[in-house]
């Protein structure tokens, strides 16, 4: 599912229902959808979002500072 919508660079890691995601993406609008995507998926108990903002991603939310 994540590729599809163009989530690229995720690792996902499950045990028991419960979901890790680890990796950068562009942007926080992404690092949310793939959060969303996991928690939908038939049972997934919990969802730990350990997602990453690519470095201009993280600049721009700061005001370029």
């Known amino acids: 599912q994540f590729v599809s919508r163009g989530l690229t660079g995720i ?17 926080q609008a992404q690092r949310q959808e ?10 997934v108990k919990t969802v730990s979002n350990l997602l990453t903002l690519e470095r201009n991603e993280r600049l721009s939310n700061k005001g370029g500072q």
């Open 34 to 43: 793939a959060e969303a995507l996991a928690r939908q998926t038939n049972g």
């Open 11 to 27: 690792n996902v890691d499950v045990q028991d229902g419960a979901v890790t995601l680890r990796g950068t993406v562009a942007t």
